[in-house]
């Protein structure tokens, strides 16, 4: 019999925000398992976004403490904690738009000792093979989605053990959201634990192990994805569903 | 018109562009105006002159003027030295002053405040050690060659200029392909980005100041070297430093030195066609009309 699977990044009592006396995450008590896909839903203004800033050290974290992997990351610079093992693809301007698709990989394979540069630029060209078809094009000139991926790319250089995404399907269309997503799940198989912070709830649920809820800055609920799918709160609140027994407004 | 002028002018704009250097890698990580910058180029020159002068009084061999030149040893390893002391020197402002802005978040109209305090604060300091009489590396008086097309220019002005592009190239390659110069350029695009990325801020900008103050002093020794050494020689360049920086488009090297050759190729025609006294204005309405009609400059990203 094997026992509870180690936590791969947790938080304590964590309270963040941009100014101290306003707060917007409000003691969330948060834990991912190893290899586990996470999605954070919540309404708009619930602090999803502020929330995995905090962890990634964009945003200060007020008191509470973040754990990776047992270790203690609260007070790691934003700069060190990628040496850790924890990546962050932020929702918007999240690769180096005016550097070639190459300089973007070589940048952040800078972490890596210096042998192990080239081989991972050249497993993540595998993995993406579409940025591998013109590494010296300029990351502004990338399409939506390749942008995404060129992002993603930039983040699992470092094999990280966790991964971090603000909303990647933002400003997607459906097909590129699914492709996304399913290099995402792919990515996950192969051992990458992910909290992924989504608006896109249907696509995310699909591909999540479980989700969490933030409102008003808290964590109000958390659950195995596909019985939150299931869920009539969360199909009201986030689905679009209508709860039972209401009449549609003509 | 006298052809004269393209090497008054190259010479000036070497010089220029050098400055220009520091200023834009200054403004595009920073985000601030330095107006402290000239101040590096008059204590580069000084360090150079009071190392170079300790170094001859060592050995008067190293005084010994090397082939056409007009300077001997001392001067280029003096050069070496007053390069490091002049990056330390910008540490320690940036130590002192800038590092605690920065931390406290200040708005840049204060950095930009503090970077003139800084500026008069170098530049009395300077006066005070070193008084305000014009010195020189040297006084040996050096015959202008003959390069053709009625052109002339003398050893010292042929190797500040080649200098000056070896430097240029230097720095285009050290920003372009090496680590260090691509987060330059990450932290100059979007620094908590950079960060996240695993770029360390602080390392890159110790380096920016490292590298501008470090050209700043090469400017400085060339001003010496060709014109004179004066307490005012940094402030006085600031105003085609500036125009320079903005023509080339901010953070862009490359644009910077060409920038600077055509401030001052405009000064020196300026100077030819309308008289000396105007060539200041020459670079005031270079700095005018670039940012009423091109602001992001020849080389530079548009917002």
């Known amino acids: 019999m094997t026992g509870p699977q180690p936590s791969a990044l947790s938080t304590r009592a964590l309270v963040a925000g941009y100014e101290p006396d306003l707060p917007i ?162 990515i996950n198989d192969t051992g990458v634990t992910i909290i992924l912070v989504e608006q896109n709830v249907k696509a995310a649920l699909a591909i999540a192990d479980r989700a969490a809820i933030l409102v008003e800055g808290q964590l109000r609920h958390e659950g195995p994805a596909a019985t939150l799918a299931e869920d009539p709160i969360v199909a009201e609140l986030y689905l679009g569903a209508r709860p039972a027994g209401k009449a549609a407004t003509p | 018109m006298n052809p004269q002028l393209i090497m008054d002018g190259l010479i000036a704009g070497a010089m220029i562009g050098l400055g220009a250097i520091g200023i834009t ?162 932290v100059s695009e979007n620094q908590q980005l950079a960060g996240v990325a695993g770029i360390d801020a602080r390392k890159v900008i110790r380096t920016v100041w490292m590298l501008g103050a470090g050209l700043a002093c090469i400017a400085g020794v060339m001003a010496g070297l060709l014109v004179q050494i004066r307490p005012y020689m940094g402030f006085d360049l600031l105003l085609p430093l500036f125009a320079a920086a903005i023509l080339g488009g901010i953070g862009s090297v490359p644009g910077a030195m060409l920038a600077g050759l055509i401030v001052g190729l405009a000064e020196a025609l300026g100077v030819q066609l309308i008289g000396a006294e105007w060539r200041a204005a020459v670079a005031f309405m270079i700095l005018v009309f670039v940012l009423l009609l091109r602001p992001q400059g020849l080389f530079g990203r548009a917002e």
């Open chain 2, 25 to 186: 890698l200054t403004y595009s990580i920073l985000r601030f105006a330095n107006f402290a910058h000239g101040e590096m180029i008059s204590w580069g020159a000084y360090l150079a002159l009071a190392t170079s002068g300790l170094l001859g009084s060592l050995s008067g061999a190293l005084l010994k003027p090397i082939g056409p030149f007009s300077f001997g040893w001392s001067l280029p390893l003096a050069v070496l030295a007053a390069v490091a002391l002049t990056a330390g020197l910008a540490l320690l402002v940036d130590a002192l002053l800038f590092g605690p802005l920065r931390k406290r978040r200040s708005a840049v109209i204060i950095m930009v405040m503090a970077s003139f305090g800084a500026s008069l604060a170098l530049r009395s300091l300077l006066e005070f050690i070193f008084t305000s009489k014009p010195v020189y590396f040297s006084k040996a008086l050096q015959i202008a060659l003959p390069l053709g097309g009625g052109l002339r220019a003398t050893p010292d002005q042929l190797l500040s200029l080649a200098v000056a592009a070896i430097l240029v190239v230097a720095i285009h390659i050290l920003l372009t392909r090496t680590a260090i110069g691509r987060s330059m350029r990450a």
């Open chain 1, 25 to 186: 995450v409000r003691g969330v008590d948060f834990s991912i398992r190893s290899g586990e896909l996470v999605i954070v839903l919540g309404p708009n203004g619930a602090g999803k976004s502020t929330f995995v800033k905090a962890i990634a050290g964009l945003v200060p974290i007020h008191s509470g403490a973040t754990m990776l992997g047992g270790f203690d990351i609260t007070a790691v610079p934003t700069h060190e904690k990628i040496r850790h093992g924890l990546a962050f693809v932020p929702q918007t301007e999240n690769i180096f738009a005016t550097m070639s698709i190459h300089d973007n990989l070589l940048l952040a394979a800078n972490v890596l000792p210096k042998e192990k540069r080239s081989r991972r630029v050249a497993d993540l060209y595998a993995m993406f093979p579409d940025l591998a078809a013109r590494p010296s094009l300029r990351a502004g000139q990338l399409s939506g989605g390749q942008r995404q991926m060129l992002a993603v790319a930039r983040a699992l250089i470092v094999e990280p053990s966790v991964l971090i995404l603000d909303e990647p399907s933002a400003g997607l269309s459906p097909k590129i959201v699914q492709e996304v997503f399913a290099q995402l799940k792919a």
